[in-house]
């Protein structure tokens, strides 16, 4: 019989109206990262430049987490993803298993927290950017008349 599967994993994306550059040089600033998981250690195992990283998870909870950066119209998807167990107290990287109630509440209350960041995120990064108006650098807005006449030959 193989392993258990991992108790908490977490699955969570936004999109923001920003350039690729901009994303990723917050998803690159540690400071990101603390607010995402302030109570875990993260070890960058894989630095994929614009398309993001990938990290060893230890602390509070063990295992890995990765925020890949999708370009996406006039912006970039950041999925987020957490795949990890709750530790033994005092020691940071054995896993231990949780109550099935527990381990639900736990991963709701991580998925609520990391919702409101990324969201946190998205308003910092669109914050010069109108509503209905193309992230910097793209087009024109959307749903104006000209976005959506056929181009002239």
Do not use: C
């Not at 908490?8 to 917050?26: C, M, N, Q, R, T």
């Not at 607010?35 to 890995?64: H, K, N, Y």
């Not at 960041?117 to 990064?125: A, G, V």
Request: charged letters at 25%; glycine letters at 8%.
């Amino acid at each position: 019989m193989g392993p258990e599967p991992v108790q908490i994993d977490l699955i969570d994306e936004v999109f923001v109206a920003a350039g690729l550059a901009e994303v990723s040089k917050a998803v690159h600033d540690p400071a990101l990262w603390r607010a995402l998981w302030p109570d875990l250690e993260l070890s960058i195992f894989q630095d994929r430049d614009t398309a993001g990283l990938r990290f060893t998870v230890t602390g509070a909870l063990v295992g890995t987490s990765e925020i890949w950066l999708e370009p996406w119209g006039d912006g970039v998807v950041a999925h987020v993803y957490l795949r990890v167990d709750a530790t033994r107290r005092h020691q940071p990287t054995a896993a231990r298993r949780l109550r099935r109630s527990a381990a639900k509440s736990l991963a709701t209350r991580r998925s609520l927290h990391t919702k409101r960041q990324l969201n946190t995120l998205k308003d910092t990064l669109e914050a010069a950017r109108e509503p209905g108006e193309p992230a910097a650098g793209y087009g024109l807005p959307v749903g104006s008349p000209a976005a959506s006449r056929p181009p002239q030959p």
